[in-house]
């Protein structure tokens, strides 16, 4: 035994049994074996951009719903794909139309 209690196979080791694989095993992302990054998919565009017609409105909650989570979580601009200004106009939709009582703030909790 050395000083802090551990026998010298037993102490923790830091890496170096995983043999250079990443943390999380080698089911590997997309992009592991082809040499590149961490491999983001295609590029989401914003859908109000994109579609000039289309307009933020607190009143047309069906259209909102797509941008909250099931838990009621505002989804955030790099999962949604929204440019910042319509990501602002879509938070402020979304509170107002909650303020309104056309979307949950939470989802009910059934236990």
């Given at each position: 035994?050395?000083?802090n209690?551990?026998?010298?196979d037993?102490?923790?080791?830091?890496?170096?049994?995983?043999e250079?694989?990443?943390?999380?095993?080698?089911?590997?992302?997309?992009?592991?074996?082809?040499?590149?990054?961490?491999?983001?998919?295609?590029?989401?565009?914003?859908?109000?951009?994109?579609?000039?017609?289309?307009?933020?409105?607190?009143?047309?909650?069906?259209?909102?719903?797509?941008?909250?989570?099931?838990?009621?979580k505002i989804v955030?601009?790099?999962?949604?794909?929204n440019?910042?200004?319509?990501?602002?106009?879509v938070?402020?939709?979304?509170?107002?139309?909650?303020?309104?009582?056309?979307l949950?703030?939470?989802?009910?909790?059934?236990?």
């Amino acid at each position: 035994m050395d000083g802090n209690g551990f026998k010298k196979d037993d102490r923790p080791r830091s890496g170096g049994s995983r043999e250079g694989r990443e943390r999380g095993g080698g089911g590997g992302g997309m992009g592991d074996e082809r040499g590149g990054g961490r491999g983001f998919g295609r590029r989401k565009v914003c859908r109000y951009c994109a579609d000039k017609s289309l307009k933020v409105d607190y009143k047309n909650a069906a259209e909102l719903k797509y941008f909250v989570t099931e838990r009621g979580k505002i989804v955030p601009r790099r999962i949604s794909g929204n440019c910042a200004r319509h990501q602002r106009e879509v938070a402020t939709a979304i509170k107002r139309s909650r303020n309104v009582a056309l979307l949950p703030y939470t989802v009910m909790q059934h236990t």
